[in-house]
C-alpha cells in the first residue's frame, strides 16, 4: 500500500482515490487527467497548480533526488532521446520502462514537472536558495544603508543651526565680482544685468554689496540693519509717546479691537494674549535700537548688529515690532482722511486699492502676511520710510535704462531724515549697497 498523501503540494482530488481509469492511466505512465504526453517532453501541471516564484527552488531542492540535481540533461533534469525515450535509464533499441506510480510517489513525480517547467521558463543563473538570500541581504543592506545617510544628513544639518550661528547679512563683498560671478552667459538678461552693475559701479560709485537673507522680511532686515548700522536715533514721535502701550491705545481709546486677529508671520500666532506678545516686540525693538544708537564707535556698532542680526527670534520680533508701527501709522491716517485732514499722498493710493481700502483690511490682506507668504509692496515702502523717518533709495536694475532704476520713496520726508539704500533684482528680494567701507 501507499503513504498518505501530502496536502502540501496541492494534490488533485483526482489523484487520492484512482478508479479503473486512473489506476489505467499511471499504467501508461502519465497523470490522469492528460493525454498523451509528447515525446520527450514532461507534461504540463494540472490546473490551478501554479508554484510561487519564492517557493520553487525550495520544491526543487526537496523534490528531486540528488541525482537528479546534479545529473545531466536540461538544468539537472535527465534528457529525453529523440527515439521517444521519456524515461532515464533507457538503453538505446530497447522499449522504454514505464514505471507504475504509487499514490506516495505521485506528488514527487508533480514537484518534478512543476520545477522542471519553472527553470524553463526563467532564463539565466539559477535561483537557488543560497543566491536568493544573498539577493535579500544585499537589498537590506542598500536600504539600511540609504537610512543612514538621510539620518546622518538629518543630524549634521540640525547640529549646525544649533551650534552654528548663521548671519543673516553677509559680510560685505566686492560689486562687480559679485555681478561675475553670478550673471554668466550671453543671454540678454545677463548682459542687461552686468551693464546694470557697471552703471551702478562707475556712475553711483557703488562698490560693494551686502547680501541679504532671501526671505519675506528681507525688505525690513535691510532697512534695521542700515539704521542700527549707521546709529540713527529713535524717531522723535517714538520718544514722545510710550510706544509700549501703543496696543492698549488702539484696542481700548479707539475701539480697535480688531488688532487680536493680529498674525505674527510664519509663527502662526493664535492666542487671547496679542496684545502682550506685540509689547514684546516693541520692548525688544525699542531697547535694541537705544541701546545699538548709544555707541558712537562704528566698529562696536557694527559688531553688535553682527550678533543683533545672527539671532533668530530677536530679528522677528523687532519686524513685527515695525509692522504693528506701519499698521498704527495707518490707522492715524485713515482717521485724519475722515476728519478731512492732510496726509501724505501715498495713503491715498494705499486706500485706492480694494485689498487695502480701510486699516483692518490692510492688516489682513498685506501686513499678516509680511514675513510668511509675501514682502513688501512698492507703496509700502513708503510707508515704511514714513514710519521710521528715514529716506529709502531703491536701485531697480530689472528698471535699467529708464526713469525707475533710481526710486526715491521719500515723498514726505524731511530734511533731516537719514538716508538708507537697497539694491533689488527683482523687486522681491532686496540687499545693501555700500559706497565705501
Not at 58 to 87: K, N, T, Y
Amino acid at each position: 500500500m501507499g503513504g498518505p498523501v501530502r496536502r502540501s503540494v496541492g494534490l488533485p482530488a483526482c489523484s487520492r482515490s484512482q478508479g479503473p481509469e486512473s489506476r489505467s492511466a499511471s499504467k501508461a505512465g502519465r497523470p490522469p487527467w492528460r493525454g498523451s504526453p509528447l515525446p520527450g517532453t514532461w507534461p504540463s501541471s494540472p490546473p490551478g497548480l501554479a508554484w510561487p516564484l519564492a517557493l520553487r527552488p525550495l520544491l526543487l531542492r526537496r523534490c528531486l533526488p540528488e541525482s537528479g540535481r546534479r545529473g545531466g540533461g536540461r538544468r539537472g533534469f535527465p534528457s529525453s532521446s529523440a527515439g521517444g525515450a521519456g524515461v532515464a535509464g533507457a538503453a538505446p533499441g530497447q522499449k522504454p520502462r514505464q514505471d507504475k506510480l504509487s499514490p506516495s510517489e505521485f506528488p514527487q513525480q508533480l514537484c518534478r514537472q512543476q520545477a522542471e517547467e519553472s527553470w524553463a521558463l526563467q532564463p539565466g543563473p539559477s535561483h537557488t536558495p543560497k543566491t536568493f538570500r544573498a539577493q535579500a541581504a544585499l537589498w537590506y543592506c542598500r536600504q539600511l544603508y540609504t537610512y543612514l545617510a538621510h539620518l546622518l544628513k538629518w543630524w549634521s544639518r540640525y547640529l549646525q543651526r544649533k551650534f552654528t550661528k548663521t548671519h543673516s547679512v553677509l559680510a560685505a563683498v566686492d560689486l562687480l565680482g559679485y555681478c561675475a560671478e553670478k550673471w554668466t552667459g550671453e543671454t540678454e538678461p545677463a548682459r542687461k544685468m552686468r551693464e546694470a552693475y557697471e552703471d551702478l559701479f562707475w556712475r553711483h560709485h557703488v562698490k560693494y554689496i551686502l547680501q541679504v537673507s532671501r526671505d519675506n522680511y528681507c525688505v525690513l532686515r535691510a532697512v534695521l540693519f542700515q539704521i542700527f548700522n549707521q546709529g540713527i536715533p529713535l524717531p522723535p514721535w517714538m520718544k514722545a509717546i510710550d510706544v509700549l502701550k501703543l496696543p492698549e491705545k488702539l484696542l481700548y481709546s479707539q475701539g480697535c479691537n480688531w488688532i487680536q486677529q493680529y498674525s505674527f508671520g510664519p509663527e502662526q500666532y493664535a492666542s487671547s494674549n496679542t496684545l502682550g506678545k506685540l509689547r514684546k516686540c516693541l520692548d525688544a525693538l525699542k531697547n535694541q535700537w537705544m541701546e545699538i544708537s548709544g555707541i558712537k564707535n562704528p566698529n562696536g556698532r557694527g559688531n553688535l548688529c553682527s550678533a543683533l542680526f545672527g539671532d533668530e527670534n530677536v530679528e522677528r520680533q523687532m519686524f513685527e515690532a515695525v509692522k504693528f508701527i506701519m499698521l498704527y501709522q495707518v490707522i492715524e491716517a485713515y482717521e485724519c482722511v475722515n476728519n478731512k485732514e492732510r496726509v501724505p499722498g501715498f495713503f491715498h493710493l494705499l486706500f485706492l486699492r480694494d485689498t487695502s481700502s480701510d486699516p483692518l483690511s490692510y492688516m489682513i490682506n498685506h501686513l499678516n502676511a509680511v514675513g510668511d507668504k509675501r514682502g513688501l509692496d512698492q507703496v509700502d515702502l513708503f510707508l515704511l520710510g514714513y514710519s521710521l523717518e528715514v529716506k529709502i533709495v531703491v536701485y531697480r536694475l530689472s528698471k535699467f535704462n529708464s526713469k525707475d532704476f533710481r526710486v526715491n520713496y521719500t515723498e514726505a520726508c524731511q530734511r533731516d531724515w537719514h538716508e538708507v539704500s537697497l539694491l533689488t533684482e527683482d523687486d522681491q528680494h532686496y540687499h545693501i549697497p555700500v559706497t565705501q567701507i
